[in-house]
């Protein structure tokens, strides 16, 4: 039996073992249809329906005006009046509104007179995010009643900034998740499938059928990567079929460079889960191994919070992070159409993290093995 065949028959193994129970059909196939459905409406940064508390003091067109085009706003759904400071301080203390507006009695007049006429805004700062998000739509609010009323008085106003946003024109935020959820989706199934896959064996007791086969431990290693980075392609084509068909996020990009980098991406996890995979005993402390690097990979990746706003140390610290690098391979080929140069630049660290992760992999798994 050559080189091949055996490594064909080892995978023939794994992907029985993976696909002979409805059980491991469902597993493969469902986490991936449920959290595409959810993860683009709940894990969203977007700021919709909130309540804004408005204390008008001034009774003039400027100011209901202005109070119009806050209700007309998707941002705010409840406008709450209030008629004190020590109501709109209650609106706030007691969450019923996230902002506040304070528009004192003079703001028409001023506003007529052309002087300067300023509005308190109070933030809840509890929900400083949200807060600073739906704050940015109330600005934008009154930045376009000042411009429309400047050029309707004949007026012209001492600077204007015009902002177009690139790649994500409407700022869809569904544009920006399912991307990303290519790499982190990909993450769970690969590296979970990987890390199971020899405890799994330890548990059923054919380990030690395996080290006594003509299959040498290199070939082991490759027999369980080939079903998990398979895995991990066909999750990441299903996102990507409901992200372009059932979402509407135009595909920009070559598929072969986005399915090229999430080979060295696969590689890199199947490194890190057979290196997991190799020191557990059970497929519990295996799971428990692959959630331990997941949680921290996710969060270091920037898909919630961008990479530069943290410490300069932790940065470097996410260099030999994947998900990383993935996430805006599949960012840069979805959403910008990415150049071959720019992708291999990205995929670059991919090739030196799967070169590290299989090596340490494969001392470890050789020394547990002999």
């Known amino acids: 039996m050559n080189f091949l ?17 409805k059980a491991g059909r469902f597993l493969l196939v469902m986490p991936v249809l449920i959290q595409t459905a959810l993860f683009p409406f709940a894990a969203t940064l977007e700021v919709k329906n909130a309540t804004l508390a408005v204390f ?43 902002l506040a507006v304070h528009i004192p009695s003079d703001f028409s007049r001023k506003l007529i007179a052309g002087e300067n006429s300023p509005v308190q805004v109070v933030l809840d700062g509890r929900r400083s995010n949200s807060s600073q998000i739906a704050f940015s739509y109330l ?28 790649f994500v024109p409407n700022l869809e935020y569904t544009h920006f998740i399912l991307p990303s959820l290519v790499a982190i989706i990909t993450t769970i199934g690969s590296l979970v499938v990987t890390a199971l896959s020899v405890a799994r064996e330890r548990e059923q007791g054919t380990f030690e059928q395996l ?4 299959l040498s431990p290199e070939m082991i290693m490759i027999g369980k990567a080939i079903p998990a ?26 598929l072969v460079l986005l399915y090229g980098g999430m080979l060295f991406y696969a590689l890199s996890l199947v490194g890190v889960g057979l290196f997991i995979s190799s020191i557990s005993k059970t497929q519990q402390q295996a799971f428990l191994g692959a959630f331990v690097f ?3 990979a996710i969060l270091l990746s920037g898909y919630t919070a961008p990479v530069e706003n943290m410490p300069v140390w932790l940065q470097h610290i996410t260099w030999v992070n994947p998900v990383r690098h993935f996430v ?43």
């Open 5 to 21: 065949s055996r490594i064909f028959a080892l995978v023939h193994k794994e992907f029985r073992s993976l696909l002979s129970s």
């Open 56 to 98: 008008n003091e001034d009774n003039g067109v400027a100011s209901v005006e202005i109070m119009q085009r806050f209700a007309a706003s998707g941002a705010f759904s409840k406008i709450i009046p209030v008629w004190s400071p020590q109501e709109l301080s209650d609106a706030i203390g007691k969450r019923e509104a996230m």
């Open 139 to 166: 600005q934008s609010v009154l930045d376009l009643y000042l411009r429309d009323r400047a050029h309707a008085t004949g007026r012209v106003m001492p600077s204007e900034i015009v902002v177009r946003n690139w």
């Open 211 to 214: 080290l006594v086969s003509p």
């Open 229 to 254: 980075v398979a895995v991990g392609f066909f999750q990441a084509t299903l996102i990507l079929i409901a992200a372009v068909f059932i979402y509407h996020v135009p595909f920009q990009g070559r």
């Open 294 to 296: 997941m949680v921290p």
């Open 328 to 370: 805006e391979v599949v960012k840069g080929v979805f959403l910008k159409d990415a150049s071959l140069a720019r992708v291999f630049e990205l995929v670059r660290p991919l090739m030196v993290i799967s070169a590290g992760t299989l090596t340490l992999a494969a001392l470890m798994f050789r020394r547990k093995t002999t």
